[in-house]
């Protein structure tokens, strides 16, 4: 049975399900719970499966095709776009997080009314580019501003022609031109810190009080994010959401060219430096500092460059280090068949 494009399905999936040998009928996960998933096989779907994961990883917004006896995940579809950032607890040091899957854009939402953040913008702009969708930022709470432009010309200083939205789930301000990235049954996936408004947005772009939204408090505006889990909803006309709990820390994974799209600006100037081993210090022709000089390039910017580069360099070591020892733990192997280890 052909998947359901309605909900969410294309080519780039169809692709990838034929090259596989097209095995079974792929749903999509809406949901995961201690080891187990939900999953949807169309898009009104009242009666989801509910199988296990059993030695794999799986994302909400993943395809997967059960086992022949329905108990559990018996593959994934490969994926068009994951939003990916390092495990935050100790002890998955080396675990990838996928917070969601085959997403098509990638909000990016900080609240007006508190100190605008370049620098966790920066970090979740290198992310949404590695995903491989598109990033889209959103200033929520509008409504309780008199002026959003200050805040928003901060953040678009580091965007990067990134659509910078202003919205408002109480008031529903700029929910239609958040909604109209859907079009085409695309998904989108809301991400920030927790308080920022995102599950009122959610409700809003909804239609509906799906998600729980906490108290706020006066002296800072900002609310209890109440989502605890991951979860694939259904957008009002067409299109889907996947709505994730507040992200505390934003911890790169291994990146692609998330780091050059989300400082463009930077690897620009720096291609213009008289050596090209430029350390971007104390170097004559430095193009790098000579913007800085001018006001052109914040000097913070470059920082925060530098800090992420250095945070990568020493995730991709840790990373050796590991596939080294865990290579030695390996026990040798033996160098033919049904002969019987030594003996002495």
């Not at 913008?121 to 959003?148: C, F, H, N, Q």
């Not at 050059?260 to 081993?277: K, S």
Request: charged fraction near 30%; hydrophobic fraction near 40%.
């Amino acid at each position: 049975m052909t998947p359901d494009r309605e909900l969410g399905w294309n080519d780039a999936l169809e692709a990838s399900w034929q090259s596989i040998g097209a095995p079974g009928e792929p749903g999509r996960v809406s949901r995961i719970d201690r080891g187990w998933s939900t999953v949807m096989r169309h898009a009104r779907d009242d009666q989801p499966l509910r199988i296990r994961n059993l030695y794999v990883d799986v994302a909400v917004g993943d395809w997967v095709v059960p086992s022949d006896d329905g108990e559990q995940v018996a593959h994934i579809v490969e994926r068009t776009s994951a939003f990916t950032r390092r495990a935050s607890h100790e002890g998955d040091r080396f675990e990838a997080d996928v917070l969601a899957a085959n997403i098509d854009a990638v909000f990016l939402v900080h609240a007006l009314g508190a100190p605008p953040n370049q620098r966790r913008l920066e970090r979740e702009l290198v992310l949404a580019y590695d995903s491989g969708a598109e990033p889209v930022v959103v200033l929520t709470k509008v409504d309780l501003v008199i002026d959003a432009e200050p805040t928003r010309s901060e953040l678009e200083a580091v965007a990067l022609g990134v659509p910078v939205l202003v919205a408002s789930g109480l008031e529903h301000i700029g929910i239609d031109r958040i909604r109209a990235y859907a079009a085409g049954n695309r998904t989108l996936a809301f991400l920030g810190a927790s308080g920022v408004g995102k599950s009122t947005l959610v409700n809003a772009l909804l239609d509906d009080e799906v998600m729980d939204t906490g108290e706020v408090r006066y002296a800072d505006q900002r609310g209890r994010h109440t989502t605890v889990a991951s979860q694939l909803l259904r957008l009002p006309g067409e299109g889907w959401l996947i709505d994730t709990p507040g992200v505390r820390a934003v911890s790169l994974w291994l990146s692609g060219d998330g780091i050059e799209r989300a400082f463009a600006d930077v690897f620009d100037l720096m291609d213009h430096c008289r050596f090209r081993d430029c350390k971007h210090d104390q170097e004559p022709g430095c193009a790098v500092q000579a913007a800085i000089e001018r006001g052109e390039l914040a000097p913070e910017r470059l920082t925060s460059l530098e800090r992420l580069v250095a945070e990568e360099a020493a995730l991709e070591a840790e990373q050796e280090r590991y596939v080294r020892r865990a290579d030695r733990r390996r026990p040798p192997r033996r160098s033919g068949r049904g002969q019987s280890p030594p003996t002495g």
